[in-house]
């Protein structure tokens, strides 16, 4: 009993939140005793009461808006109750992998890209070096890079950084790296070691410096120049239109690749199985680290046995493209990434990232294994996800895109509720699982099983017509251990390039029932749906260092933008034929899981409300009426007025504490606070319309790929990153109008009041909403004034200008 209890992979922890319950309870106390409040002073005004208890309703359309807003706000925080209540954590002992002799499945890992400018060279060159030396087998992991920009210079980059990475690995696996994306690495001091470790410190010396040379040599790369280029490699890219050209792949398979290269320049060196530099390269090459083990196959005995010094396979690919196919974004290069690797190496486990996320924890990939195998049953494992987390964030999230709150309240939650949410990157997938298998114990594999495994007819119907595709997914479907295609990667370049052809899903089930799921701008939380719904569970992978970290973007235009994607993907799929209460009793998902879904994917419906609620005060400051109790001296109203005020404090209160317990400063929770009121007058509100849009047929969506800052810190020393930056979009218009009419209001109730207040009219609330709203939108207000890329562009002013102008003319009209 206590040695099965020793070698145990994993621990499911239940995370005690007693007091974060009561807390809970009372915020919604306040919120029903408003609501019921608001309702009763509605019904004492139809039945012409006017009673003691409530003072009457001067506007009643007013209330009833209010009434219906706060109703929407109590329904919010019922769903965030749900998703936080009864949070896990999932502890994982790697260390024990090797003691309990479980054979490590090999992995794909998996990186997109899309745009060499938006997302530089050098960015993805450090994922990929991270993943390249993982700690892991290295004769069972393999790395493919999509690029959808099919750009000459992300594949001349990729073949640089396989080259540096025959010296990059074995260094990492030398010296113990840390962190294994070079730009962090060389970032610091050489700290691994004490300094009196000359040989490190040769070591580093040099690998810095090849590093550099490496950064120089991508960076200064040139698109026309390589495809003219004498020899012909990048020949393929030459008239190549990033929306118009065949597939083009590459592969770097390091254990072909080095026999020429190294039979001029090296001799075989006294360590069995190994090769030392000796000839030509000698003076730059300090000796020590170039150990590559050669011409083993990845998949034989000995590379299990020893697996661990060679350097993965690198693939690159940009998947055909033509205006006649639809190429469904990022989804898209997923299900071409999944295929392709399925007839080059097929492993059972898949890693997926986006360019910018490198590993952090080079014991990731072990980690996961723990969550992977470290069940009876593998149904709680269907994905293994890591929270996403920010590397150079900046001090007090300005922008509040680092989501720290989100993640350790709600994500703890959800975690113990079916799961945590695919998130798109960072997260291990199980092939099968994304082949759309349902979980071993379910009701449809018994039916599948009493049928016989399924007919070559039914793979080809949902696989599409590859003859290689159909055979690897039918031993990963029928659960052979490990299968894997032998021999050399280059030889099945012909495979790979069927199967990634624009027209290869055509009639077939990808997009669908197989692969990451068409139809959203969020494709992640929709596939992950489709896995929770056909009866999986997730599991959080949350190791320490943090497994992968990435880039979040700063600034106005790039922050809005990304958040305008998600909540218009989010509400895409309530508006498809995903319908939560459907999906909810048609399938396997769990109906709290399917709230807790409901958590982000009303992300966008709740603009219209937060609008409403945040015109009511400067409507009523206009207009000269109350939309909240007011402070009187008689005693029932003094009452009515006390539930606005507690809630607003407690409220509040609540969400700094939440900060607080997760070490985040109060400035932090500030900031949170004022993009969550940006964010919904902005990103989702203009999310809303386009999916209304979009549903009466009227536009399309389209993915817009983030901005990603260069690794290197730019020189421009008086730049604020923090401060807010805008551009001509149009996402800037409603918060814009909304600041200066707030402050067009107090100054028309400031001067009522001056000149004599009239019975009746707002009080202190209406004010007190006017002014923290002005305060929530501050960044807007200085906006007004400021100069440059900190100021709000005239074309916005005057859009704002005209809204607000035809909003007091409406208000003031009678
Ligand atoms: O046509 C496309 C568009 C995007 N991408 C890639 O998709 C990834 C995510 O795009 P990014 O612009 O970085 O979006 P983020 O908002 O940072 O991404 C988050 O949100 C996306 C859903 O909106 C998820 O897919 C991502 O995994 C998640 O990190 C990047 O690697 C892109 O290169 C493609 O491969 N093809
Ligand atoms: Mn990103």
Known sequence: MSSAKKLQLQERVRLPRTAWKLADLAVLFLLLALLARRAASLLDLRVGGGGVAAAPPPCTWCWVAALVCEAWFTFVWLLNMNGKWSPVRFDTHPERLSERGDELPAVDMFVTTADPKLEPPAVTVNTVLSLLALDYPAGKLACYVSDDGCSAVICYALREAAGFAKLWVPFCKKHMVAVRAPFVYFSGAPAERTAADAEFRRDWTFMKNEYEKLVSRVENADEESLVRRGDGEFAEFLGADRRNHPTIIKVHDSRT???????????????????????????????????????????????????????????????????????????????????????LTNAPIMLNVDCDMFANNPQVALHAMCLLLGFDDEVHSGFAQAPQKFYGALKDDPFGNQMQVMHEKLGFGIAGLQGFFYGGTGCFHRRKVIYGAPPDSSVDVQLRRMKGSPSYKELHKTF??????????????????????????????????????????????????????????????????????????????????????????????????????????????????????????????????????????????????????????????????????????????????????????????????????????????????????????????????????????????????????????????????????????????????????????????????????????????????????????????????????????????????????AFVHLCTRN
Not at 328 to 336: I, P, S, T, Y
Not at 472 to 487: K, Y
Not at 546 to 566: E, I, N, V
Not at 676 to 696: E, G, N, P, Y
């Open 464 to 805: 599409g017509s590859s003859k290689e595709l159909i055979e690897s997914a039918r031993s990963i479907i029928s659960g052979d251990i490990f299968p894997a295609p032998t021999g050399d990667l280059s030889s099945r370049i012909s495979d790979a390039k069927e199967v990634s052809a624009c027209s290869y899903e055509a009639g077939t089930c990808w997009g669908q029932k197989v692969g990451w799921v068409y139809g959203s701008m969020t494709e992640d939380i929709l596939t992950g749906q489709r896995i929770h719904a056909a009866g999986w569970r997730s599991v959080l992978l949350k190791p320490d260092p943090p497994a992968f970290l990435g880039g979040a973007p700063t600034g106005g235009p790039a922050s809005l933008t990304q958040y305008k994607r998600w909540a218009t993907g989010l509400l895409e799929i309530i508006f498809s034929r995903n319908i939560p209460i459907i999906i909810c009793v048609s399938t396997h998902l769990n109906f709290r899981q399917c709230l807790a879904y409901l958590v982000i994917k009303v992300w966008a419906l709740r603009a219209p409300f937060e609008m409403c609620y945040a015109l009511l005060g400067p409507y009523c400051l206009l207009t000269n009426q109350p939309f909240l109790p007011k402070v009187l001296p008689s005693a029932p109203s003094k009452r009515g007025f006390l539930i606005p005020v507690a809630l607003f404090l407690t409220y509040n209160a609540y969400n700094l504490s939440e900060y607080m317990d997760c070490r985040l400063s109060a400035r932090t929770w500030w900031n949170n606070h004022r993009m969550q009121r940006i964010v919904s007058s902005s990103a989702w509100l203009l999310a809303f319309l386009t999916v209304v849009l979009k549903t009466l047929g009227l536009s399309e969506t389209v993915f817009e790929v983030t901005r990603k800052e260069p690794q290197s810190p730019t020189s421009d020393s008086d730049a604020d990153p923090g401060r807010f930056t805008f551009d001509a979009s149009p996402v800037f218009v409603p918060p814009t109008a909304l600041a200066v009419l707030n402050v067009v209001a107090i100054a028309v109730g400031a001067w009522r009041v001056a000149v004599g207040v009239v019975p009746g009219g707002p009080g202190v609330g209406e004010f007190v909403c006017c002014g923290w709203l002005v305060l929530s939108l501050w960044p807007f207000v200085r906006g007004l004034v400021g100069k440059g890329s900190y100021g709000i562009p005239w074309s916005i002013k005057l859009k704002a200008g005209l809204l607000v102008a």
């Open 257 to 343: 690749e080095l026999v020429p290269w190294l039979s001029t320049t090296c001799t075989y060196g006294a360590q069995h199985g190994f090769i030392i530099l000796t000839h030509g390269l000698d003076a730059v090459v300090p000796r020590a680290y170039v150990r590559v083990q050669v011409l083993y196959d990845r998949r034989s005995k000995s590379s299990d046995a020893s697996g661990d010094d060679g350097i993965p396979s690198l693939v690159y690919i940009s998947r055909e493209k033509s205006p006649r196919h639809h190429h469904h974004f990022k989804a898209g290069a997923m299900n071409v990434l999944a295929r392709v690797s399925a007839v």
